[in-house]
């Protein structure tokens, strides 16, 4: 295969995906859902709360298993891969960053997991403070910083170890509505800086439209 045609396979596909929890009767969260992203997109999936956004993000990445489909990334068959080895990243809306790590540990997790040496990893950081508009801040306690720094740092920490695709689950979704406005357009700009392909579920079409290089919604488990 030539570097041109290769390039071309890259990205993600999601064919014909169901998740469905045990229950009487069973709850269908993703019903048959396909879509496709190419290297450097930010596809936004906007839909109410319930609609199974979260459960189509987690089998994407990883973290559920879907009861159908296929998740694949270029030709590389990805759906029953483990979640650390698919090369994907994740941010939550609630940051989830260690607690008793300061920035720059919460930032170098990944890279410390990976096995890169402490130079490259304090260069890296370094990098990517800058990158999310923290500089000087590595030596901060997590619980010292307000909820837009703590979702930037959630940022960066999922971005260093370089994932192929980033997803994002209402990433801006406990902060107030002016901090969310500013910083779904910093956001954007460090996705584009990064080069970074992402995923991102959001029930704010404002959030999705300011983020996304494409919007899609979804409604009762399906694409619309
Ligand atoms: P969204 O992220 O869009 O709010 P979810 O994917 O969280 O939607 O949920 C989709 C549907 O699946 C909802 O009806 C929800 O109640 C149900 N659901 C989500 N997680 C579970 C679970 N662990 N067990 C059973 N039902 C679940
Ligand atoms: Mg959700």
Redesign the pocket.
């Known amino acids: 295969m030539s570097p041109t045609a290769a390039q071309h396979s890259d990205g993600l596909t999601v064919a014909d995906l169901v998740?469905t929890?045990?229950?009487r009767p069973p709850?269908?969260?993703?019903r048959g859902v396909s879509l496709t992203i190419a290297p450097g997109e930010t596809v936004a999936?906007l839909?109410?709360?319930?609609?199974?956004?979260?459960?189509?993000?987690?089998a994407v990445v990883g973290t559920?298993a879907p009861a159908a489909g296929n998740i694949t990334w270029g030709d590389e068959e990805l759906t029953r891969t483990p979640v650390h080895r698919r090369g994907f990243g994740m941010v939550f809306q609630d940051g989830q960053l260690f607690p008793h790590m300061d920035v720059a540990r919460n930032i170098a997790f990944g890279l410390r997991m990976a096995g890169v040496d402490r130079d490259e990893r304090d260069r890296h950081v370094k990098e990517l403070l800058a990158l999310v508009g923290l500089e000087g801040l590595g030596a901060r306690a997590v619980g010292e910083l307000s909820g837009g720094q703590r979702q930037r740092v959630a940022l960066a920490r999922s971005l260093a170890p370089r994932p192929r695709l980033l997803a994002l689950?209402?990433p801006l979704s406990s902060l107030d509505a002016e901090l969310r406005r500013r910083l779904a357009v910093e956001v954007r700009e460090i996705l584009r800086a990064a080069g970074t392909t992402a995923l991102l579920?959001t029930?704010d079409p404002a959030e999705a439209e300011t983020m996304a290089t494409r919007v899609r919604r979804?409604a009762d488990?399906k694409l619309i």
Request: overall charge negative.
């Open positions: 998740v929890y045990p229950g709850v269908e969260a993703v999936l839909g109410p709360s319930g609609c199974g956004k979260s459960s189509l993000l987690g559920i689950d209402e579920v029930h979804m488990g």
